[in-house]
């Protein structure tokens, strides 16, 4: 079966889950439980639409069932921050509230404009280096989005714990992808100006 599935089923059950800890942790009248169930669980279903619009070629490989069970277990951890925000019966001052949906916002944009933009120009221009408009920000623009994704995730929490599987993924797997990228891009015509003129994550910082 296609990685994709398992990530999607991942993703997809995230806001049932969110919802379940509600109703275990008796949170109605918390919102911040539903600021978070309706963030991280818009977030999931996003990712299906987007899995259905404009499907990444990296999730599209077939897998055993034991690497994608492991995947979407792996996936899970994203769970934490939920688990510790409505378990905790945690309590978000309206400034802090308005901060991490901000950071959210942007993550959004950036995640989802940048793997639409890639998607339509490996269509129309199979082999050539992206190098413009979201790619001009960063070479890896879409995982700056997704990591201020979790990290407003993360922030909603209001323990330093619960940044530990953002840490866990960005340094066991997103950062090895990112260097297999660049190695990819770097056999294209091109690569060494853009690599020049762009950070490699954090727009115009890193």
């Known amino acids: 079966m296609k990685l994709k599935y398992y990530i999607n089923l991942n993703k997809g059950l ?18 911040a439980a539903w600021v978070y169930l309706t963030l991280h669980g818009m977030y999931g279903i996003l990712w299906i639409l987007k899995s259905a619009i404009y499907p990444d070629s990296t999730w599209e490989q077939e897998v055993s069932i034991w690497y994608g069970i492991g995947s979407w277990a792996a996936l899970a951890l994203y769970w934490i921050p939920g688990w510790l925000l409505i378990s905790r019966n945690v309590q978000i001052p309206a400034w802090f509230l308005g901060l991490c949906l901000s950071i959210y916002v942007f993550g959004i944009f950036f995640h989802f404009t940048s793997d639409m933009q890639k998607s339509v120009m490996m269509e129309m221009r199979p082999g050539e280096l992206i190098t413009d408009r979201m790619m001009a920000l960063s070479r890896n623009i879409n995982y700056f989005g997704e990591f201020l994704i979790y990290l407003s995730f993360a922030l909603l929490a209001k ?48």
């Open 14 to 31: 995230t806001i049932f889950v969110m919802l379940a800890l509600i109703v275990v942790y008796n949170q109605w009248q918390n919102t």
């Open 159 to 206: 323990t330093w714990i619960a940044l530990i599987p953002l840490l866990l993924f960005v340094t066991f797997y997103w950062s090895i992808r990112i260097i297999k990228k660049e190695k990819s891009l770097a056999q294209k015509k091109g690569f060494d100006e853009y690599k020049q003129k762009t950070k490699r994550f954090i727009p115009y910082i890193y």
